[in-house]
């Protein structure tokens, strides 16, 4: 039987890849000018410009995985929040409508009550 892979250990080697933190960007620049690939007065530039490149791997692997989940998701047919909050303000709406109507028929009622009840004669009895 096959085993499912491990997505989350994929992930963090994802993100490791993509996410390089400044002092390791410094690292890198500083032998590339120790291998005289760029000059001593460049390094600040190149480890700006390695940084940014890390964000911007990083950027596209997380659209990437979220274009993926998304796509999964949606193949299994599972309600979106989107979906979730549109059914839910139509049940908030069939809810005040429904209560509407039945205050509106009880005061109805009740006004109905009022009017019998002052179009009956009062009878006296004679004492």
């Known amino acids: 039987m096959p ?3 491990d997505w ?10 993509t996410e390089l933190q400044r002092s390791q960007a410094r690292a890198i620049a500083s032998d590339l000018a120790k291998n005289g690939q760029i000059a001593r007065d460049q ?8 940084v940014a ?5 990083r950027d596209a692997l997380t659209n990437i995985v979220r274009a993926e989940v998304s796509r999964q998701l949606s193949s299994l047919g599972l ?19 429904t209560a509407d109507r039945a205050a509106k028929q009880a005061s109805k009622q009740t006004a109905s009550k009022a009017a019998k ?5 009062t009878t006296k009895k004679a004492g």
Not at 79 to 97: G, I
Not at 117 to 121: E, L, N
């Open 3 to 5: 085993q499912t892979p």
């Open 53 to 57: 490149m890390s964000r911007r791997r």
């Open 8 to 17: 989350k250990r994929y992930l963090e080697a994802g993100m490791q890849f």
């Open 117 to 121: 009840a002052s179009k009956k004669p």
């Open 79 to 97: 309600a979106t929040q989107a979906d979730l909050q549109r059914l839910e303000r139509k049940l908030n709406a069939t809810v005040k409508k």
């Open 43 to 50: 390094v600040t530039g190149a480890v700006d410009d390695i």
